[in-house]
């Protein structure tokens, strides 16, 4: 094999995540999520959707058990969602009853400070974390998947996988590359992870 070389430029996940390519809601194609301002576009079907402002409460419950007299409080923040009733147990004796809540500091966040934990490693691999939504460029392998937030993303990870020679710089930061899971770091499995590359170019 031709000898190939990979130098991390110590891009993270984020560098790769303003455009995100996944399946249209409406009609499965392929749809853009744009994460800089909440927008989900499709091109075959005209499919679009904005993300709106998020609205938040906090949600206190403060009782005495009706069971053993005990005093039961505590505070929920961030809520999204108003219940009528929610079920709390007592800590010493376990009765468990539905309550009504109380909820308070209503205040609206704007979109664009909550769509920062979108760009986290750690969000859900299959989908896209502002709609939800099915990504488009990902194949499952073995007992894993893989997958990439658009064509930028995959290219680089062609790069890394077909190199022969991979180096990485020392930075005080852990970058996308050094995140990857072992089964994309493997050697063993490279011309696998090629041939699923190659399909997933071609959608």
């Not at 909440?38 to 402002?53: F, I, P, Q, R």
């Not at 609206?108 to 859900?124: A, M, S």
């Not at 710089?169 to 090629?194: C, G, Q, T, V, W």
Request: charged share 30%; proline share 5%; aromatic share 12%.
């Amino acid at each position: 094999m031709q000898t190939q070389r990979f130098k991390d430029n110590n891009l993270y996940l984020g560098h790769f995540s303003n455009q995100v390519l996944v399946h249209c809601p409406k009609c499965r194609n392929k749809a853009t999520v744009d994460t800089c301002c909440g927008v989900l576009s499709c091109d075959t079907c005209g499919y679009y959707a904005m993300k709106e402002d998020k609205e938040y409460y906090r949600l206190e419950i403060q009782l005495n058990c009706p069971q053993c007299g005990k005093r039961i409080e505590f505070a929920i923040d961030k809520v999204t969602e108003k219940k009528e009733k929610m079920r709390v147990s007592c800590p010493p004796c376990g009765f468990a009853h539905a309550y009504k809540p109380k909820y308070t500091e209503h205040s609206i966040v704007n979109y664009k400070e909550y769509i920062r934990d979108y760009k986290r490693p750690q969000r859900n691999e299959r989908e896209d974390c502002v709609f939800n939504t099915d990504l488009w460029l990902k194949k499952p392998y073995k007992n894993h998947l893989f997958w990439a937030n658009n064509y930028q993303h995959l290219d680089y990870l062609k790069r890394y996988i077909q190199a022969t020679i991979r180096e990485r710089h020392d930075y005080p930061r852990m970058s996308m590359i050094a995140r990857l899971p072992p089964f994309i770091k493997s050697k063993k499995n490279r011309e696998d992870l090629l041939k699923i590359i190659e399909g997933l170019e071609k959608k």
